[in-house]
């Protein structure tokens, strides 16, 4: 019997993984248990968008209903559904597949037939996607932790434990990828798929291809289902597609997918890459999707005109949204080493590093942001408009378009007229003078940010019980009598193998102040951690835990 407490919209909704979002078009798109995202964008036959036209199962876990009127209800009609898109056999499991034909994660002719599966709306990605199924992966994990707070009831036959290695195992085996920071042969530093059972070299990193796309000629579709090989990564017309995603590195070192001292030592390479030298910006992947095909873009299919390889041309009558041009041309409307792909959604994917745990530059990295930030926040509160927004520091704008032929692209792109249905700023700017280069998430990103600096750098982790843990080490809430007397915990914190010289050398400590912790006499905790030597590679942390 599933706790009729747990109801939605009670207290405990906060538990849920699940959510649902209003797309561009005024229709629902599902997260599913918190892991596979299926971004639909109101295209027919999208995903599990719970038409009339769509033979998803899970149309009951996007509204109230009498038979499932419980939030842990829905949660686990929803984990069912996720596990079968998993199922390879009796017991047996493996990644999860988007195998609706609408998302194949290839380069197709027309969009409505390979359409985005995840939040990079932009991009063809589907079939055996890594930021999925890392999502998928943190999912089975949160579910585990309810299981045993006792909020959900197990699913009867299914050992999730058992599925969550099954599934980190065929991440590793099907989109895992060696990296060798020396080698040439790919600007993502990937040389070769992750064989199962191959020994490491001490330098060696554990990197993971974006998407794996299905494009089987003839056989693409079968039965209403993307028909490529489940099982393994090549042949059958699969495409591997490897953009050096931080998001999906940042994810598998924060859910242990793969060794993770291979992981987190090609997180450290990929920021090497990625990061914005003093802003404290993260790109969201290294490698632009251009590199492999202008194809893989969504609109690519609106392009009226392209060359022979399907690039746009960059004309000012061109038609459609989001142009690539042909490399080197950098400064196309859509080029993704321009534009949101490899911009990133700013204070979304840094906080998704943070949340990994400490790298060197950390605090540095924090610091800037929130100057930066502030340095904003104060010039638009005092409507200082006689001198250009954050003129000390343009890096954290977007990049200025000053060609008149790619404004007229980007005028066509949102469908306006070059003098008006245009909003202005203070400044006399409007959207089409800047390069879509950066987004920044105002909704949860400043709020996710701050928390993930400080969640990250402790490594804190809470359970749904009420426990506390500061890098896998567990705090006991000393005991009073009476019980709600607040007390005082130590605990040594020693510095973990795979974080060694990470600490950054300018922190010597932090301070975190009401942490919701259940078995907390009021609920809450501060945790206040020192540093004996934060320039040691072999860092300690002494903490002192208020309950």
């Not at 009339?52 to 876990?61: E, I, R």
């Not at 003093?278 to 690519?300: K, M």
């Not at 909704?443 to 890098?471: C, D, Q």
């Not at 078995?519 to 903490?543: F, K, R, S």
Request: proline share 5%; charged share 15%; aromatic share 6%.
């Amino acid at each position: 019997m599933l706790p009729q407490w747990l109801t939605v919209g009670g207290a405990a909704q906060s538990t849920s993984t699940s959510e649902q979002k209003s797309s561009r078009r005024g229709h629902n798109t599902h997260a599913l248990a918190g892991g596979a995202r299926i971004e639909t964008w109101g295209y027919k036959h999208a995903g599990v968008n719970g038409t009339s036209t769509d033979d998803g199962p899970c149309v009951l876990c996007s509204r109230d209903d009498v038979a499932c009127t419980t939030l842990a209800c829905r949660l686990q009609r929803v984990m069912v559904w996720q596990l079968r898109q998993m199922q390879r056999g009796v017991d047996k499991y493996g990644l999860f597949l988007v195998t609706d034909p609408h998302h194949t994660g290839a380069p197709q002719t027309d969009r409505g037939l390979s359409s985005a599966s995840s939040m990079w709306d932009q991009v063809r990605m589907g079939w055996k996607a890594t930021y999925i199924n890392m999502l998928v992966a943190a999912s089975l994990e949160a579910w585990l932790d309810l299981e045993e707070a006792g909020l959900v009831d197990g699913i009867d036959g299914v050992n999730i434990s058992d599925v969550l290695v099954q599934l980190k195992a065929d991440i590793v085996v099907q989109l895992g990828r060696y990296s060798d920071v020396s080698s040439a042969k790919n600007p993502s530093g990937a040389v070769g798929r992750m064989p199962r059972g191959m020994p490491h070299a001490s330098d060696t990193g554990l990197g993971f291809t974006a998407w794996v796309a299905c494009n089987a000629a003839g056989t693409a579709i079968k039965g209403g289902r993307v028909g490529c090989d489940p099982s393994s990564p090549d042949g059958d017309g699969q495409e591997a597609v490897d953009i050096a995603m931080v998001a999906d590195q940042a994810l598998a070192v924060r859910h242990q997918v793969g060794a993770v001292a291979h992981t987190r030592r090609q997180l450290v390479r990929l920021l090497a890459q990625t990061r914005v030298p003093d802003t404290g910006l993260v790109r969201n992947n290294a490698v632009g999707i251009e590199h492999f095909s202008p194809r893989y873009v969504t609109g690519a299919d609106t392009w009226h005109y392209v060359d022979d390889a399907g690039f746009a041309q960059p004309w000012a009558n061109n038609t459609g949204g989001h142009f690539v041009c042909r490399p080197p041309v950098d400064y196309c409307w859509g080029n993704f080493g321009y534009t949101q792909q490899n911009g990133g959604f700013v204070l979304s994917t840094a906080s998704l590093v943070l949340l990994a745990g400490p790298y060197a530059e950390a605090l540095a990295d924090f610091r800037n942001v929130v100057s930066g930030m502030r340095s904003v926040v104060q010039q638009l509160v005092t409507r200082n408009y006689s001198v250009p927004l954050a003129s000390g520091d343009p890096q954290l704008l977007r990049r200025p378009l000053t060609d008149d032929v790619i404004r007229a692209m980007c005028v066509t792109t949102h469908h306006g007229n070059a003098s008006v249905s245009k909003i202005h700023d203070p400044w006399g700017k409007d959207l089409c003078n800047y390069y879509k280069t950066i987004t920044y998430g105002l909704r949860t990103g400043p709020r996710n940010y701050l928390t993930a600096f400080g969640l990250g750098m402790l490594g804190v982790k809470v359970s749904a019980r009420g426990t506390l843990r500061l890098f896998g080490t567990p705090v006991a809430m000393a005991t009073t009598s009476p019980p709600s007397i607040a007390t005082v915990s130590t605990v040594t914190v020693r510095c973990p193998p795979d974080l060694l010289g990470q600490w950054p050398a300018a922190l010597a400590g932090l301070r975190l102040e009401g942490l919701n912790v259940r078995e907390a006499p009021d609920g809450q905790v501060t945790v206040d951690c020192n540093n004996t030597d934060p320039t040691a590679a072999n860092w300690t942390l002494t903490c002192a835990v208020e309950w």
